[in-house]
């Protein structure tokens, strides 16, 4: 339910399961007949689609030159860490070429990218200090843990150092600091920063079992999916307008900007929440509380509370929408064992309310 909480801004290119109480289990889908996985060749065509509308965007706003080719290239680097690892096969792949002594190297995309884009961009070497530390610090920590059960407090610190630089408000968001240029590529470099350090340091690293990153579809997910937007729309509209916070006010400017909206969203905000709030948080503290439910709950409250800082402070009214809304997007999650189909319901949601209401 977060239109601005990482779409941040449209300049960007923009329940119902048996209570247990064993942790959660692998999300590693079954591969049959009705499943179907991203391939490379997929993955190739989305990412080379999502670099060329940036391009062609970069180029309608005035950006060229070396320095914008720079960032981009950099952005481009990241959004391919992030989404080939995606495709299943792709991530069983590069698992077994690191081993787990290898895995230690995976931060090395995300450290590259913010070194070649201080020396390149910005020259600023504080900055790029910063940017060097927030790249390394979570895989250190995780290295230290090697071994233990998952619900340490180095998964919990390196979440901590992964989610705050691009959490807080504007002023206090480091990541942005790191990437000023150019301005509207700012906020998507800040998380894809981010969401390719938490994959090098969770996915391949710490390899935390359970989280479902994987562009990936199987039975049942269609009616996860549909059921759950169809659920929410339907208690979060009535209580959002009665509340003050959603106008009915339909735009179809905003709908112009729709195709270049879902990719932003898609990608930019429901992908990285999602990963982090459910394939992450919710997972571990399901493990350390030994309960799905909550760990559902627990992790719903602190995704509501994460959007407090939206105007005008406290926002209470978005705190409370945000953590209906990660109660519905925990509990695809939950269903599916896959990020994708929670993933789904957070875009359309967003983009409903991007071109629906204000």
């Not at 799905?292 to 627990?298: E, M, P, T, Y």
Request: no cysteine.
């Amino acid at each position: 339910m977060a239109r601005d909480s990482i779409a941040e801004a449209e300049s960007q290119i923009k329940f119902l399961s048996p209570r247990t109480a064993r942790p959660v289990k692998s999300s590693r889908m079954a591969t049959t007949a009705k499943s179907w996985q991203m391939s490379f060749p997929a993955a190739f065509v989305v990412w080379a689609l999502v670099v060329a509308a940036a391009l062609i965007e970069g180029v309608r706003f005035g950006f060229h030159g070396r320095t914008f080719a720079v960032a981009l290239g950099v952005a481009a680097l990241l959004f391919a860490f992030e989404l080939f690892l995606a495709a299943p096969r792709i991530l069983q792949s590069a698992q077994r070429a690191l081993g787990r002594g290898g895995a230690l190297l995976a931060p090395l995309v995300p450290l590259g990218a913010v070194l070649v884009y201080s020396l390149a961009v910005t020259g600023d070497w504080k900055m790029l200090l910063v940017g060097a530390a927030y790249a390394v610090v979570p895989a250190l920590l995780l290295a230290s843990s090697a071994g233990k059960s998952p619900g340490t407090w180095e998964d919990y610190a390196a979440l901590l150092v992964i989610w705050l630089p691009v959490a807080l408000p504007v002023p206090y968001r480091l990541l942005y600091r790191v990437f000023p240029y150019p301005p509207p590529l700012t906020h998507t470099l800040a998380i894809l920063m981010a969401l390719s350090t938490a994959v090098a340091a969770f996915v391949l690293l710490r390899r935390l079992d359970g989280i479902g990153y994987a562009i990936a579809w199987g039975r049942g997910f269609t009616a996860n999916f549909l059921l759950h937007f169809a659920v929410f729309t339907a208690i979060a509209i009535p209580i959002g307008v009665k509340m003050g916070f959603l106008v009915f006010d339909p735009s179809f400017g905003r709908a112009r900007s729709f195709p270049l909206s879902v990719l932003g969203v898609l990608f930019f905000t429901a992908w990285p929440e999602e990963f982090l709030f459910r394939g992450l948080l919710q997972n571990l503290l399901s493990r350390a509380l030994k309960n799905q439910w909550a760990g559902l709950i627990v992790a719903s409250v602190i995704f509501g509370f994460s959007h407090i800082f939206h105007a005008p402070f406290p926002n209470w009214k978005y705190v409370l929408l945000a953590t209906i809304a990660g109660l519905f997007y925990g509990h695809v999650w939950m269903r599916t064992r896959s990020l994708l189909p929670g993933t789904l319901v957070h875009a359309l949601v967003d983009i409903s309310w991007h071109i629906l209401f204000r």
